[in-house]
């Protein structure tokens, strides 16, 4: 194991549980307290359902900003910009809702920022990836997926809310590219495998 390697996959952090209990439940109340005390009444009743009221507006946002791929665009970014200290040749790379992935076929390497874990670049030897596969549907998307320590991973090259036949030019574009990187991961799988 070199010495960035990870050990333990970690899809989600304690930092994306702190981002959702912090605006989904902390803000709401905050929000509510804030409003109660500056009609100058704070009742319990009154706290209560406002409290409830704003987190239901704050879990639709959050709900709204996972499904995009936004929650956490910001930390990912930030973090991604310690990928050029590593001592890998990460030459290809894919950015997706569910994160980031770098590619160092060469030398058999991975490279992962989740966006549930946006504070931590997570490195892996390619030997640890199993069944990645394109999934190629108008119906469900267009998508490439692979295991990762028994966790699957899910990196969508088509964002749409509507459907899209394999066929046509965005869609033949979208496989395409599933494809390219879904043959990049098992060349590095193979580069890992040789070492």
């Known amino acids: 194991m070199k010495a960035h390697e990870t050990e333990k996959f970690e899809k989600y952090g304690s930092f994306f549980y702190l981002l959702l209990i912090g605006v989904g439940v902390v803000l709401p109340f905050v929000i509510a307290l804030g409003t109660c005390i500056s009609s100058g009444e704070i009742r319990v009743d009154i706290l209560l359902s406002m409290t409830l009221v704003w987190a239901f507006i704050a879990w639709m946002f959050i709900i ?10 910001v930390f990912v970014n930030k973090t991604a910009k310690g990928i050029d200290s590593l001592p890998y040749n990460f030459n290809s790379s894919f950015r997706s809702r569910g994160g980031v992935l770098y590619i160092d076929v060469e030398n058999g390497m991975i490279g992962f920022i989740s966006s549930y874990n946006p504070m931590k670049i997570q490195i892996f030897n390619a030997a640890r990836i199993d069944k990645a596969e394109s999934i190629a549907s108008g119906a469900t998307g267009i998508r490439f997926v692979f295991y ?16 899209v036949s394999t ?27 040789a070492k």
């Open 148 to 163: 990762l320590d028994g966790k699957k991973i899910t990196m969508p090259t088509l964002l749409t809310n509507r459907v």
């Open 64 to 73: 709204m900003m996972i499904a995009y791929g936004k929650l956490t665009t």
């Open 167 to 193: 066929k046509s030019g965005i869609g033949a574009e979208a496989v395409s590219k599933a494809d390219t990187f879904v043959g990049l991961l098992q060349a590095a799988k193979r580069q890992a495998e």
